[in-house]
């Protein structure tokens, strides 16, 4: 049974810093892509950041551009997303996302296995 478990959320200051932690057991995440969405209160879910499955591609939504850097340790099986410079408008549950052969990282629907999430929240 595959299990993704996010970890490393938590409460910040505007402006700090945070790095998540995906955790996979059940199976290799080698030659899975990978990546991370967020939904906040009331909000739709969007994409965050995605990595191809030999991190060789690497993908992000345009508001976290520059400051979240997305990184993979096949050899450990974990996913990690580093973010800096932490806006209020970053507060959202971050899920940790994996699937195999995806077309277009940017789709919920095209990864087979998800976490719990965790939160993040981002103080002003």
């Known amino acids: 049974q595959v299990q993704l478990v996010e970890s490393g959320g938590g409460l910040v200051q505007h402006g700090g810093s945070l790095r998540l932690s995906c955790a996979c057991s059940g199976r290799t995440i080698i030659l899975f892509d990978m990546g991370w969405f967020r939904q906040a209160p009331g909000k739709e879910r969007e994409f965050v950041a995605a990595?191809?499955?030999?991190?060789?591609?690497?993908y992000y939504a345009d508001s976290v551009k520059g400051r979240f850097t997305i990184s993979r340790d096949n050899t450990k099986n974990m996913m990690y997303l580093q973010m800096n410079s932490l806006r209020p408008e970053d507060t959202a549950a971050y899920y940790c996302?994996?699937?195999?052969?995806?077309?277009?990282?940017?789709?919920?629907?095209?990864?087979?296995?998800w976490g719990p999430g965790t939160q993040i929240t981002v103080s002003s």
């Open positions: 990595i191809r499955w030999n991190g060789g591609a690497t």
């Open positions: 996302v994996m699937g195999s052969g995806v077309s277009n990282v940017k789709y919920w629907s095209q990864y087979s296995y």
